[in-house]
């Protein structure tokens, strides 16, 4: 008979990124081995139960600039040095085996530095083991009494199980058996003693709910990944003295379920934890381990250590396996004991133990790498692709972290303060490690069947026991059979009564026998009728399902269509949040520039009201400033015009006084050559006129006599002949001006002298108010300038009247003049508020 082939039974695997799926951080532990030595330096300290500090040892400088920083990191839980194996594998490792005998994944991480303590937390030590024995106790201690026999299920190099009859698993034990085989280890055989103490687990551990209507197998396999190649620990190789074999490395290939497993691994079915852990020990003994500066068995590889565990339900009678695929679920759980990350210049490597810390450090950084933008992808939603493929470790254990399982990771630390660097490297890793999310596995689908079947066909029984109860009841429907001992030769009544009660037995037989064709024959039409009526209700039934799988086959090209449906609209979702993200940082980038310019605005409004506030000052300054200087001008040409008109007035009222005095004597008109002469003489010499009585030298007083005046008349000034000289009373005079002279006065005046355009002397008088300064000093601040000129009289002519005709006696007409009618004028000079000027004006008769 052909064995069933079967395969894992997944569900189809769930998108990447799906709302609906329930996520779970990667739970991260941390597990503190205690100090070799009791006086070694420690740099890590257990706050609580879930956090851990680091502090530099002496003389580390975290800093650049010298200042020591300590840090805490929290994880799911903290181990600390006195922490026993039971208690870290109860809270870590417990619910991974229980989710495997439920069907489910689960992957197990020891990960630090090297000598933190991680093989040791994996494996154990004699008296003492560690999570992988243990984790093989709890399995074997649920599932003992539920094993298939072996060799129903065999394994196949497609990553699934085949499942065989008990015959055909009969003759295949029998098969090996006579040919035994190392690699499938006896379970008559006695433990040795090298690793006995390791599986003697003293507490009794044993998962709940186990399926009793299932059949179980367990098929562990050994592998490390050694300079990023993969070895099977448990390949029996034959042994060439001659020309050795080196171990082949094995590829890593994805099934039809786009899990990966590694092609052509040894998987060894066991039956108890002894043979179990026998086979890891054999391919213990193969894995590379060298002695390092800081380890003296230092792990160059990492390993894994697989527990598969295949299930299958029995059948409806309960007695033997359910010979569907369909129905076959196979679960693993990965135990991984990590190589450590070390630093080269502390290991003292070289040569191969260089290139292995390469590659050590390699894989790790990769996983690392992998964590990193995991929780990239999940905290910011983007779609990077992660680096699975940069090393074995990571594309082994791709499927986990894609929804596969649940993941642990125990994080080893070993605290003295030599580690402190790496150390911190480990806590940061984790750090990030137990911020990515995975998706929760999927629970294994029900077969349908009625529970408790294998206790209920145990206790039914055989069919030969029915069979004789239902003969004892049919004897005692009899009548009981007379005595038949005969005793005396001549008894005529014994045979009689004995024949009379086998003829009643014989017609009750007979009756029975007809009475049985009746029922039979009633129960044949019965059976018939229920015939016909299964036969119809199959006949409806098969209508019905012929129904129903049109209506699927609908519901199935709906739900194609949907697909399809849903995979455009992602797509275009997928196309809009990027746009979106565009749009986004465009609008960004806007925001940003319309604040800039926002701001330029702000700094140029304010620097324009500041502006506009200075102008408005120098507006309103310049504004009172011409105000001021034109009122002081309106004021000046008012008292201009005032003189102007005053000396008007002056002039017409001397003319109006010589129009209307009586003549006496009309003067000689001189001739012009005598005027020529003359007026020569005088320009070098002027002559008082001989007529005209001499006037007497007048001083004209300044209006503003009565305050005190500091007269300034520098040394170069020429001493004038003008009849009026300006006399100021009390002043001080000074030929240079001082702060002495002005602090004692409150006027000033200054004396300058200049040519005018006619070749004469002007004199100007400049006044001015003296004000005392906040200093303590004195200023001038001057107010009018009034003005001494002297003019030729012969330069200005007049008449006073048009030409007259000529007189009859042949004299000249008539001239009048100015000049000839009055030798003395006066003119007012505008611009001085002390009063008119004077000028006299000199003509020789």
Known sequence: MKPARTKTPRKPPVKKGSQTSLKDPVGVYCRVRPLSLPEQECCIEVISNTTVQLHPPEGYRLNRNG???ETQYSFKQVFGTHTTQKELFDVVANPLVDDLIHGKNGLLFTYGVTGSGKTHTMTGSPGEGGLLPRCLDMLFNSIGSFQAKRYVFKSNDRNSMDIQCEVDALLERQKREATPNPKTPSGKRQVDPEFADMINVQEFCKAEEVDEDSVYGVFVSYIEIYNNYIYDLLEEVPFDPIKPKPPQSKLLREDKN???????CTEVEVKSTEEAFEVFWRGQKKRRIANTHLNRESSRSHSVFNIKLVQAPLDADGDNVLQEKEQITISQLSLVDLAGSERTNRTKAEGNRLREAGNINQSLMTLRTCMEVLRENQTYGTNKMVPYRDSKLTHLFKNYFDGEGKVRLIVCVNPKAEDYEESLQVMRFAEVTQEVEVARPTDKAICGLTPGRRYRNQARGGPVGDELLVSEVVLQSFPPLPSCEILDISDEQTLPRLVEALEKRHHLRQMMIDEFHKQSITFKALLQEFDNAVLSKENYIQGKLSEKQKVISGQKSEIERLEKKNKTLEYKVEILEKTTT????????????????NQKLQQQFSDKRRLEARLQGMVTETTMKWEKECERR?????LEMQNKLWVKDEKLKQLKAIVTEPK?????????????????????????????????????????????WVAHKPASNLQTETVMQPQVPHAITVSVANEKALAKCEKYMLTHQELASDGEIETKLIK????????????????EIETLKQESPTGRKRRSSTIAPAQPDGTESEWTDVETRCSVAVEMRAGSQLGPGYQHHAQPK
């Not at 001015?768 to 107010?783: A, I, L, N, W």
């Open 634 to 638: 309106v004021a000046a040409k008012q």
């Open 67 to 69: 200042d020591y920083k």
């Open 258 to 264: 786009h899990n990966m497993y590694v092609a052509g």
């Open 768 to 783: 001015g108010d003296v004000y005392k300064t906040r200093g303590g000093g004195q200023s001038v601040q001057f107010t």
């Open 582 to 597: 565009i749009y986004e940082e465009d609008k960004r980038n806007l925001q940003q520039e319309l604040e800039t310019q």
């Open 664 to 708: 006496t004597e009309r003067p000689e008109r001189p001739s012009r050559e005598r005027d020529r002469e003359k007026a020569t003489q005088r320009s070098v010499s002027p002559s008082p006129v001989p007529n005209v009585p001499p006037v007497r030298l007048r001083h004209r007083r300044s209006r503003s006599a009565g305050d005190r």
